[in-house]
């Protein structure tokens, strides 16, 4: 499956932005899906993570509340709503699929990712 992330941009400390995850090439309802991220200097980390049917849905602790995963298996999309940016959510964003039901945390048990598009907050 190919992956095309969209939708980052440059905004302001509690903004809105909704980022895109477009697939193609093979049935995107058979992969759980995630969303991760990594800042300047910093490692990559696990942002929200959602399974095959869309019914299960868990986040980082840091974007508890602000941020919503979600999908529409008919249109072979992913979308993160992300909420009350704050400065710190700066950095690439990356979407990453596997052949699952569930979604995993770990960037290393995905198969397949996006090129990433950057989101930068400002203060």
């Known amino acids: 499956v190919q992956l095309q992330a969209s939708g980052g941009g440059l905004v302001q400390a509690g903004d809105s932005l909704r980022l895109s995850c477009a697939a193609s090439g093979r049935t995107f309802s058979s992969f759980a899906m995630g969303w991760f991220r990594q800042a300047p200097g910093k490692e990559r980390e696990f942002v929200a993570r959602?399974?095959?049917?869309?019914?299960?849905?868990t986040y980082a602790d840091s974007v508890k509340g602000r941020f919503t995963i979600s999908r529409d298996n008919a249109r072979n999309t992913m979308y993160l709503q992300m909420n009350s940016l704050k400065p710190e959510d700066t950095a690439v964003y990356y979407c990453?699929?596997?052949?699952?039901?569930?979604?995993?945390?770990?960037?290393?048990?995905?198969?397949?990712w996006g090129q990433g598009t950057q989101v930068t907050v400002s203060s």
């Open positions: 990453a699929g596997r052949l699952a039901l569930w979604g995993s945390s770990k960037g290393d048990e995905y198969d397949y």
């Open positions: 959602i399974s095959r049917s869309g019914g299960t849905t």
